[in-house]
């Protein structure tokens, strides 16, 4: 059976039975399709623990794949096969005798207190063309902050998911296809506030929270990228929307906030990937250790 036609397959399957998003299809799409590419195969009859073995030093050796690019390209494909196999496409899954490297565990980088202060002071007293950029950039960075959504998250909030009145931010069908609903501080508040006044100024009806400044539409990931790209170079802060999420679960434990209060408002699956925010806040730590009774 033609490999292309089995991924085709595939992410119908994925997508329809699974449920899986859509940047997780993009995902299988680019890895199978590079497989495909490299490896030069067009029938699924022919993969072989040799062929697979010789796709993956060369990731390694010729890429420099790191562990985790490593693991995840391992994961994909053998997510494929197992597919394949329990369709009777291929008789076994060869990808699992392949060994896996050892990931190199690191501690998330986040910004410090000082600079998350800045980056926020800067976002809102850049010298824009019009105050509605003024008021969303300002909001879009507090959201970052102040609640910790991840990047698809933030665009995809609809105006009905930010209830101001009873401070909540409800999240749709966030990673892993989870709904959860994130407190908001009265400071917050403020911001959206301000944000949605102009936004009402301006007419903007588009369902989206996070409308575009010259289009009734939804702000987009190309916005997006383009926008912080604008505020690391008026800062002179390095960071990504990502980091900006680390900073928002190390400035909650800081605070005094507790892990699985945390877990709950990052959307963690599980509470293990909320624990490592405990190593990369050394406020929290250095806090722990005065509880020591020879302190005393």
């Known amino acids: 059976m033609d490999i292309e036609i089995l991924a085709l397959k595939f992410y119908d399957y994925s997508l329809y039975m699974r449920g899986y998003s859509p940047s997780t299809l993009r995902k299988y799409k680019h890895i199978i399709n590079f497989f495909k590419s490299y490896t030069g195969l067009q029938n699924i009859k022919d993969i072989n623990e040799k062929n697979l073995r010789s796709f993956f030093l060369f990731g390694r050796?010729?890429?420099?794949?790191?562990?985790g690019t490593f693991i995840n390209f391992h994961r994909t494909i053998s997510v494929f096969f197992q597919w394949c196999v329990a369709n009777n496409y291929m008789d076994r899954n060869f990808?699992?005798?392949?060994?896996?490297p050892k990931v190199e565990k690191r501690l998330p980088t986040k910004l410090i207190k000082q600079d998350a202060q800045k980056l926020l002071e800067v976002a809102f007293n850049y010298p824009y063309d019009y105050p509605y950029l003024r008021y969303r950039n300002h909001a879009i960075f507090s959201l970052f902050m102040f609640a910790g959504l991840r990047k698809s998250e933030l665009l995809k909030l609809k105006l009905s998911d930010v209830d101001i009145e009873n401070l909540t931010i409800f999240v749709n069908q966030g990673k892993g296809n989870k709904d959860r609903v994130v407190p908001?501080?009265?400071?917050?508040?403020?911001t959206l506030k301000r944000y949605l006044e102009e936004r009402k100024r301006l007419k903007k009806t588009c369902s989206e929270f996070f409308a575009s400044l010259n289009r009734n539409l939804g702000f987009t990931n190309t916005?997006?990228?383009?926008?912080i790209a604008q505020m690391r170079a008026a800062s002179g802060i390095k960071f990504s929307a990502h980091k900006l999420r680390h900073t928002f679960a190390t400035l909650m434990l800081e605070g005094g906030c507790d892990i699985y209060s945390l877990s709950k408002m990052m959307g963690h699956s599980d509470i293990k990937t909320t624990t490592i925010y405990l190593s990369a806040s050394a406020d929290h730590l250095r806090s722990q250790m005065t509880k020591h009774p020879l302190n005393t």
């Open 61 to 67: 050796i010729e890429r420099n794949w790191k562990p």
């Open 95 to 100: 990808i699992t005798d392949i060994e896996l």
């Open 184 to 190: 908001m501080s009265f400071t917050l508040a403020q």
């Open 223 to 227: 916005g997006l990228r383009n926008l």
